[in-house]
């Protein structure tokens, strides 16, 4: 599975940004599709996940302001994001994982480039 993640910019304080990611390969509806950050001195962190069943998890920070939503006639997995904060800054990447993903980021198997996102105040 190869993974283009896509959406990222610049975006005011209160605003709102959509990412995109697309997957390539098979099986794709049964992946467990997460999203996770990277802050410039800091680990990367889990914002969310969508599993196979449609089920979903969301960090506590972005509970509430984003929302994750999968496509998988067409590969696809999104990370709508509104009322963005400063401390959102970071690269977003879009992982796959084959069925035990969930908050950790050594579950998931395939990973995309990262899209940067910057929230000024």
């Known amino acids: 599975v190869q993974l283009q993640a896509s959406g990222g910019g610049l975006a005011q304080a209160g605003g709102s940004l959509r990412l995109s990611c697309a997957a390539s390969?098979?099986?794709?509806?049964?992946?467990?599709m997460g999203w996770f950050r990277q802050a410039p001195g800091k680990e990367r962190e889990f914002v969310s996940i969508?599993?196979?069943?449609?089920?979903?998890d969301y960090a506590d920070s972005v509970k509430g302001r984003f929302t994750i939503s999968r496509d998988n006639a067409k590969n696809m997995v999104y990370l709508h994001m509104n009322s963005l904060e400063p401390e959102d800054t970071a690269v977003y990447y879009c992982?796959?994982?084959?069925?035990?993903?969930?908050?950790?980021?050594?579950?998931?198997?395939?990973w995309g480039q990262g899209t940067q996102v910057t929230v000024s105040s």
């Open positions: 992982a796959a994982s084959r069925g035990i993903g969930n908050h950790d980021a050594r579950d998931y198997d395939y």
């Open positions: 390969g098979r099986g794709f509806s049964t992946y467990y």
């Open positions: 969508i599993r196979s069943s449609g089920s979903t």
